[in-house]
């Protein structure tokens, strides 16, 4: 008796050790058997393993402050037939402090992952935390780089790795490793999945939703840049307006128009703290032509490598920038006036519509957006760029032929608006998703338009209440007041940021907790730090006093405001 509990004792030692199980040898005897997924084919030999005791991570929006030690694991992987090599890397929690938990996260921009910024969301749950570099190696940030096999020939298997294979493969090897390592196989065999990404990472999260009913039990999805084709191309909308216009307004020009509609537009949702929690009602009482005329300084900047000098910008905002910023605000229609795409929000930054100092000149002049540019460059052209020469004849119904283009190429790829996530939500997954208001780079719009889709596709024959309250028995919106993309936003430093995303999914999934409303953190100013809720889609937020948390209400005028009728296309838009 006494020998067994010593043994006992032993056993729990040995397996609370990072130590002992994060060398090569104990990860080699516990990846994933040979036959587990078809078509690949584990390296063995590339295992490595690291323990990596007392990090910190302080000041982060996708997670709080925490200290840990992690195991830190990798190992490649290649497909059958293919001369490819996919790197993984796993970071383990502690066997102590492990909750049996799986999170697998995705990137941003043209990047797969990213790098050691989403891992720790998931260590400090205890769940061992995923990414991939999807076979593209030193290129894994800008993945781009790699769609072309030559000018005129797309790599597709490239592409289809970064669509969604390199994260369904990450999401199922992960799953299966982490079960091993910590040996779930015989009894507490529960192993709980999930997904936090936001933009790109966002599209990688519903291309895996949308796919596979298995593929998580909850999925974060922040600012998703799905609707690819559209969303790349709507990069460049601003720009085209500035051409079509003639007007190149100066940075500090464009500041001075979003800084007063900010100031102006904060007391319409009730509650003065520099936060414009209802753009909407922005867009539909304040008229920004009230700007015209407002003085505006921004002092002289030096040389940098990047930058010529820029001297002091200085005077009036003219009636041509204001009617340049109305032009963005009302969003891409073609040259018939039909509606391409949805707008920005008001408060939102121009950044999109940045113009660029021409110091031979003297004058501010056009500067395309690259991240919008390499689409036309790599995507539709077939060239291998890193961003489109110039806007030369591009007219609003060349964004809307590039649109065109772009969606029938990538539909079963990249465009990520599947409508009918029924499997998913039988199998019992969870959806969170949040998008900034004041989001400067996907139209807030652009994800109520998702959910609106799901929620007709899955629900025929539903009122619009009933029909939204069984959709948010499971997949759950929250526009988010102040936000910018993906980020806490400077300009409007009092709104809050959900900080603590995981944490609410697992209390959905694993509790049962439903958010009603989502936990948000003011992440800036002087209020850093304090609490407060935001509401869940189709409710808006209203303040009628000093409080924290606002109401959440219907308003009817809001959710035709955010409802938009992309009539340039005949065939749906999800
Ligand atoms: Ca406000």
Not at 192 to 221: K, L
Request: net charge negative.
């Amino acid at each position: 008796m006494r020998s067994l509990a010593i043994s006992a004792l032993l056993t729990a030692t040995y397996a609370s050790n990072i130590h002992d199980v994060c060398t090569p040898s104990y990860v080699q005897q516990h990846l994933p058997a040979p036959d587990f997924y078809q078509g690949l084919t584990i390296d063995t030999s590339t295992v490595t393993a690291n323990p990596v005791i007392n990090v910190t991570v302080v000041d982060n929006d996708f997670y709080p402050d925490a200290v840990f030690d992690y195991c830190n694991v990798s190992f490649t992987y290649s497909h059958n037939g293919v001369n490819d090599e996919v790197a993984l890397t796993y970071w383990l929690p502690t066997p102590t402090d492990f909750q049996n938990r799986f999170l697998a996260t995705g990137g941003g921009g043209y990047a797969i992952n990213s790098g050691n910024q989403s891992l720790p969301g998931g260590i400090i749950y205890g769940a061992v935390g995923g990414l991939t570099d999807a076979g593209f190696g030193a290129a894994q940030s800008n993945t781009v780089t790699q769609w072309l096999s030559s000018n005129g020939t797309l790599h597709w298997h490239n592409i289809y790795m970064f669509g969604y294979q390199g994260i369904r493969e990450m999401s199922e090897l992960g799953k299966e490793f982490t079960k091993s390592f910590f040996n779930l196989t015989q009894s507490n065999t529960t192993l709980y999945s999930y997904y936090q990404g936001c933009s790109e990472g966002g599209r990688e999260g519903w291309s895996q939703v949308q796919r596979y009913a298995d593929a998580y039990d909850g999925a974060i999805v922040g600012a998703p840049a799905f609707r690819w084709s559209f969303q790349q191309t709507q990069l460049l909308y601003p720009d085209v307006v500035e051409q079509t216009m003639g007007y190149y307004p100066s940075p500090c020009e464009l500041q001075a128009i979003v800084n007063q509609t900010i100031i102006s537009c904060d007391p319409l949702d009730g509650k003065v703290d520099g936060v414009v929690a209802r753009t909407d009602l922005c867009y539909i009482q304040f008229n920004i032509s009230a700007i015209q005329g407002q003085p505006y300084y921004c002092p002289a900047t030096p040389a940098s490598p990047l930058s010529p000098a820029i001297p002091a910008q200085q005077g009036n905002v003219t009636q041509e920038a204001i009617a340049v910023a109305k032009k963005i605000l009302e969003g891409l229609h073609d040259d018939q006036g039909r509606r391409v795409y949805f707008a920005p929000t008001p408060s939102a930054q121009f950044t999109e519509a940045q113009t660029g100092w021409n110091a031979t000149s003297n004058q501010w002049g056009l500067s395309v957006l690259s991240l919008g540019g390499v689409f036309v460059e790599v995507e539709i052209d077939l060239l291998n760029g890193s961003n489109i020469p110039n806007l030369n004849g591009v007219t609003y119904d060349t964004l809307k032929d590039w649109i065109y283009e772009g969606m029938q190429r990538f539909q079963g790829v990249l465009e990520t608006t599947w409508p009918d996530i029924t499997p998913y939500k039988q199998a019992g997954g969870k959806v969170l998703m949040f998008h900034g208001e004041s989001d400067w780079g996907i139209p807030t719009a652009s994800s109520v338009r998702y959910w609106e889709s799901v929620r007709q596709i899955m629900n025929p024959g539903m009122s619009y209440n009933d029909s939204a309250a069984a959709q948010n028995e499971f997949f759950r919106l929250f526009l988010v007041p102040g936000a910018t993309h993906c980020a806490s936003n400077p300009a409007e430093p009092n709104g809050p940021f959900p900080q603590t995303n995981l944490a609410v999914m697992i209390d959905w999934v694993e509790h049962g907790i439903l958010p009603e409303t989502l936990n948000g953190t003011i992440r800036q100013g002087p209020s850093k730090g304090q609490n407060q809720q935001i509401c869940a889609w189709p409710l808006r937020p209203v303040w009628s006093g000093n409080t924290s948390n606002p109401e959440c209400l219907y308003d009817q005028q809001s959710v035709d405001y955010w409802n938009y009728d992309l009539n340039a296309f005949n065939v749906p838009i999800y």
